[in-house]
């Protein structure tokens, strides 16, 4: 088992000080995955990155479905990919050749969608099993022109709370099974994202005890294609349950914008400290723990600290 820093080219390495490489090993970790960008960036993390994040957009399936938002051209690629069918799978494909050059064991990818109208809203309009299915359409569109009809490198399809790949049942993983016509693909559960989803998750045992109750009904396949995990919580029940929803009153962007303090409300990505937290590495057994923290107690590395001392 692996243990990774989560960190991203849109950052500076000041947080590892003079020597990213010692920082590293003196913290028990074992490299880095990158949140990667649509233009080559961050060469100097070349010889510490284990796994890449790619980029996501969260309404794709607008573009995808022919019905775009009106925004800026520098605005496109990150809310939509592109403005059509061809755009986003352009942007897609070049997005996963620009993370090649890493060479990382896999790339995560949000297999979700969020209009951008409902993310200030409780319920949404996209139905996770429509999201799924056009996701599969894309992403077999992409692989399929890649040599061989495989990616450079695993994808690892990450859940979220937003539409589409949830991992509550396993419902929607064998939606993805059954529609996915590539073979190098994996599974990167993220456990704070799925404890968005999940009603009364008030405190950090709420969390990890309704996760494990999911994971002991996982079958063994589900299991073992869950290679890699985003390690964190988000006991955010008692604000979702009482936020004031708000509808797009202004442009795209600026919304989406403003957006951003509320998302982070929700999706807290805090270190976990209760000793039963590895009981959901001991059921799930994934090759690659990242450490998915941004430093929201103290700092991204003390908070690391702070949870990788629980795992032996």
């Not at 790619?54 to 399936?61: C, E, N, R, V």
């Not at 202004?250 to 998302?263: K, L, R, T």
């Amino acid at each position: 088992m692996r243990h990774l820093f989560s960190h991203s080219v849109y950052q500076d390495a000041s947080v590892f000080g003079y020597d990213l490489g010692s920082t590293l090993s003196r913290i028990g970790c074992d490299g880095l995955e990158l949140l990667t960008s649509h233009t080559m960036e961050g060469e100097a993390y070349l010889p510490y990155t284990e796994t890449v994040h790619l980029p996501f957009a969260h309404d794709w399936l607008a573009a995808w479905e022919g019905r775009p938002y009106d925004m800026p051209d520098d605005s496109v690629p990150y809310l939509m990919f592109g403005r059509t069918r061809d755009e986003v799978v352009q942007r897609v494909s070049e997005d996963i050749m620009i993370a090649s050059a890493f060479s990382p064991t896999h790339g995560v990818m949000h297999a979700s969608n969020v209009s951008l109208c409902d993310v200030w809203r409780r319920t949404y309009s996209d139905d996770s099993r429509h999201v799924i299915r056009s996701f599969c359409e894309m992403m077999n569109t992409v692989v399929g022109s890649m040599p061989g009809g495989e990616p450079p490198f695993r994808l690892a399809f990450e859940n979220l709370w937003w539409p589409g790949l949830r991992l509550s049942d396993e419902s929607d993983y064998r939606l993805l099974e059954s529609n996915l016509e590539f073979e190098d693909w994996c599974i990167c559960l993220d456990t704070g994202h799925l404890m968005n989803l999940l009603p009364d998750i008030y405190t950090e045992k709420d969390g990890v005890d309704a996760l494990l109750d999911i994971f002991y009904g996982y079958s063994r396949d589900l299991v073992e294609r869950i290679r890699a995990i985003h390690f964190h919580y988000s006991a955010s029940y008692g604000y979702r349950s009482t936020f004031e929803e708000r509808s797009m009153d202004c442009d795209a962007v600026s919304f989406i914008g403003s957006a951003y303090p509320h998302v982070s409300m929700i999706d807290q990505h805090l270190p976990f400290s209760e000793p039963r937290c590895v009981e959901i590495l001991d059921v799930l057994e994934p090759d690659i723990v990242v450490h998915e923290l941004p430093g929201n107690e103290k700092g991204p590395l003390e908070d690391f600290v702070k949870q990788r001392t629980l795992i032996g």
